[in-house]
Every structure is written in C-alpha cells, then in structure tokens.
C-alpha cells in the first residue's frame, strides 16, 4: 500500500489518499499458471484421443472443442475460483465430511481445532494466555493476544488521524526485520450485540404491570434496536522455525516451550510499548481472557453469561457444530466467512473502513493478518517480479495482444513496489477476512446483507467461501491463520 496526495505531488498535506496495489498472480506463460496449463493440455490430450472414435472428417473440429472447453474451463473463473482451486476445495470439504461423521456430540476444544493448546506464562506479574498450534507441516506456533483500548478514530480531525496512522505505519515497520522470531501479526474487530436483552429482562421483572404505561414502554423496549459493542485485539505470533529449538530451549532453560513463550512475551511487551503512544490501555490476556474471546466467537451469546469474567478453556468447545457448504453452525449460531478477495482499487482516505468497522449493526468479525517480508527477500522478490513482468509484456506485445487497464493497474503496482522498498519501506503479505454470524437461517441472510453493504460502502469486494466454511471459521479466530 502507498499513500499519494490529492494532487499526485507527493508533498505532505492534511488528506492523503491510500492505494492499494492491484492483484498480481504471475504464471508460467503469459500469466498462465501451471494448474491452468495442464487443464488445458489434457483438454488436448483427450480431443486426440477421441479420434479414434470419430469419422476422420470431424476429427479437427472435435479436437478443436476440447482445446476450446478445456481452455474455457481452465481460464474463466467460476464463482471467483479457477477449477483447479476447485478440485482442491471440493476434495477437502469432502475429506472433512467423510472424517466428521459425528455431530452434534460433546466434544473438547482439541476436536475443533486439533493440536491447539492453552499454555500459561508468568512473566513480569502478568500471566500470559498463549495458545500453541502443532501444525500438519511440523510447525510449531505460538500467539498471544492484547486487547486494545478504546479508539476515537472518528472523533479526530484529518490531520489527527493522519498522524495516529503515521504512527502506526512506524509500529508495523518496526516489525520488519530481517532475523525475527516474529511470524505474523493479526488485527481482530468483534462486533457483537449489546446488552438490550438484558434491559429487557430487567424491565419485565421490575416494572409495574399495572402501569397504564406498562404495555407502550414494553413494546418500545422489544422493538427498539439492540446496542451493539465493539472488540479489538491485536494477535502476536512466533515460529519455532524462526526462533530454531536450541535457541528456544538455551532461552527456556531446556524447556523449548517456555523458551518460545518468553521470545513470544518479549515480542508482545516491546509492541505494547509502542502501541502506548498510540492507543494508551493495550492489556495482554491472561489465559481465561483468551478463553473467553474464543468461546464467544462460536457463541456470541456467551459474552453476557461471563460479562469479562474468565472462562476455563474446556468450555470453549461447541458442544454442537456442523459444516455445509454455505455456512459453518456452531451452538445455536450460524456463521459465514468471507474473503476480501479485493481492497479498494481506488484510492481512499483514511477512514475508508468506518462503514464496515461502525456502521454494520450484525454480530461479526473483521480480520486481517500481517506477516512481514524481510527487507532484502522482498527487495529480491520485487526485482524478479519486474523482471518477469518485462518479459511477459514484450511478449505480448509480439504476439499482438492489447494491454488492458486491469494488467495496466498491475504493471503500475509492480513497478511501485520496487520503488518504495528502494526507498526503504518495508512490505508485508497481507490478508483479510470477514464472519458474519446470526442465530437461524433467515437472520444470518438479514446480517449477511448488512455486511456487505457496509463492506461495499467501504470499497471491499468480499467472495463467499463456498465449500471451505469449516477451516475459513478459523480464520477469524486469534490464530494467525490465512496466509
């Protein structure tokens, strides 16, 4: 992302705008990825194959409708996705049904989200809530989270919010280093309905029925919109890889775990520090707190049962969940995960997010993970992404194909890239994610719409994930997940 001035000048004034690079997928052969290359020659493949059961004279036009079909199949996206990420969606939710059979069953946190733990650090009179994910791969992370104060974004000026951006800009460069433990970083906002039921609970229990304003102050109380309040954390997370295990376990004292936490808590303190200048009342979670945050993202209900009281971490779990290929329930909610396939392709101010971050009223959660590139992998990565680029336009150029504005907007993203990380700023691959969730059907659809509304009005295009609702639920949750 770059920031420009109104006028294009670059000179610092009170509104700068953002932009946001174009989507960039380089392929193998004119921006043809490999996937797409194989469909397209076993399309090949089978119309040569069919010649054998052909009269020689159709021969060429069947070859030619398999070449053309496979093509069409390989190059036009269904739905956002390609077909060979669809095989691999399909192949995956289908393995997932076949290995959750079982429903609706008691269960522990671990069969939700295998190989997560909750391990507990003491450090400095803090205790640290930490959650440690043994992945499929081998790899071994380790994420802890701080909740952040309240942020009067809204209330400032331009130029006020122009500086806390600054300042915020300079904390996520500081990230950036070329030997860090440090594996991603996650921003999470909750939105989630108030204590309306709770108003209305009171009220039928205390109010006088025999009140000649009983009946008219009643149906205002049900008919009124709930309140809706707003969460926001900040997830911090390590490797093993990155930190290596002897150097976890020289840090541990032999104990690699608690070698990874205290690299983990060294990490969080130092960005809590620098945070304060920004958003003053960052606090590190202890392990109920963390409990709590997961256990209310399946159920959102359940941030008034514990109303901030901590929560152990068996309750977490479900004791109900089942995935379909539109939605993910969970207890007596049902969620949607969206993808930001795009941010905005224009350049936006920066309060371009407060319709989506305010305004939407239904209970979700906007995510957005961080992982940063060290300096001369993505100053590498960015000269031979150029270098590829060159190449590809010259030849399509020589073979008489017509830039269009969308590869425009990408050879102009490509090139202002290369520049700012010369110039030294640093880069990071980012993702977002949206959970929208509602009890029943008919409800999710009428928050679902509100969404993305708000989403739209904030120039994010979002894409449903079809088929991929299980693992994309995840996403949203404080585990640096995504990327």
């Known amino acids: 992302m770059s920031v420009e001035t109104a006028d294009g000048t670059g000179t610092e004034t009170a509104a700068p705008r953002f932009v946001f690079p174009a989507h960039h997928s380089p392929g193998i052969f004119l921006g043809i990825r490999f996937p797409q290359l194989a469909v397209m020659l076993t399309g090949l493949v089978l119309g040569l194959i ?65 190989e997560v733990d909750l391990l507990t650090l003491e450090r400095g009179g803090r205790r640290y809530g930490i959650l440690r ?95 809706t309040e707003h969460e926001n954390f900040v997830v911090v ?68 049962s514990h109303d901030g009281h901590e929560v152990s971490w068996d309750s977490v779990s479900p004791s109900y969940e089942r995935e379909t290929p539109t939605h993910y329930e969970a207890q007596q909610y049902c969620h949607v995960t969206f993808a930001v396939r795009h941010f905005p392709r224009l350049p936006v101010d920066c309060g371009f997010q407060i319709p989506l971050i305010l305004e939407a009223r239904a209970a979700h959660c906007y995510s957005i993970v961080l992982q940063p590139v060290p300096p001369s992998q993505a100053l590498r990565a960015a000269e031979s992404a150029r270098t590829a680029d060159l190449g590809d336009a010259q030849m399509r150029a020589s073979r008489g194909f017509i830039e269009t504005a969308s590869r425009r907007n990408q050879r102009m993203g490509i090139e202002r890239r290369e520049q700012e990380l010369a110039e030294g700023h640093r880069e990071f691959l980012y993702a977002g994610y949206i959970t929208v969730s509602a009890e029943g059907a008919e409800a999710l659809e009428a928050a679902i719409a509100d969404v993305e509304d708000c989403a739209l009005r904030s120039h994010l295009d979002l894409q449903r994930l079809v088929g991929e609702q299980g693992p994309a639920f995840t996403f949203t949750l404080p585990l640096c997940r995504g990327l």
């Open 50 to 114: 069919s010649l054998h059961f052909v009269p020689r004279a159709l021969g060429a036009l069947v070859v030619s409708a398999w070449c053309v079909a496979a093509a069409m199949l390989a190059l036009l996206p269904i739905r956002g996705n390609h077909v060979d990420d669809w095989a691999l969606i399909l192949a995956g939710y289908a393995t997932r049904s076949r290995l959750t059979r079982r429903r609706g069953d008691l269960r522990t946190i671990t069969h939700v989200l295998p």
């Open 133 to 227: 994910e043994r992945q499929v791969a081998g790899e071994v992370t380790y994420c802890a989270l701080m909740q952040l104060g309240a942020m009067p974004f809204v209330l400032r000026s331009v130029e006020e919010r122009v500086n806390q951006l600054n300042r915020w800009g300079l904390v996520l460069g500081s990230l950036v280093r070329e030997h860090s433990s440090l594996a991603r970083i996650q921003l999470l906002h909750r939105t989630a309905p108030g204590a309306a039921r709770d108003n209305r609970s009171w009220f039928a229990h205390h109010a006088d029925p025999g009140s000649a304003f009983f009946d008219e102050a009643l149906a205002e109380q049900i008919d009124r919109r709930p309140p």
């Open 237 to 304: 997370q390590v490797s093993l890889t990155r930190i290596g295990r002897r150097q976890a376990a020289r840090r541990g004292g032999g104990d690699v775990d608690l070698g990874a936490m205290n690299i983990l808590a060294a990490e969080v303190e130092r960005l809590r520090a620098e945070l304060h200048e920004i958003l003053p009342g960052a606090a590190v979670l202890s392990p109920g707190g963390v409990a709590a945050v997961m256990r209310a993202a399946y159920d959102p209900e359940a941030r008034r």
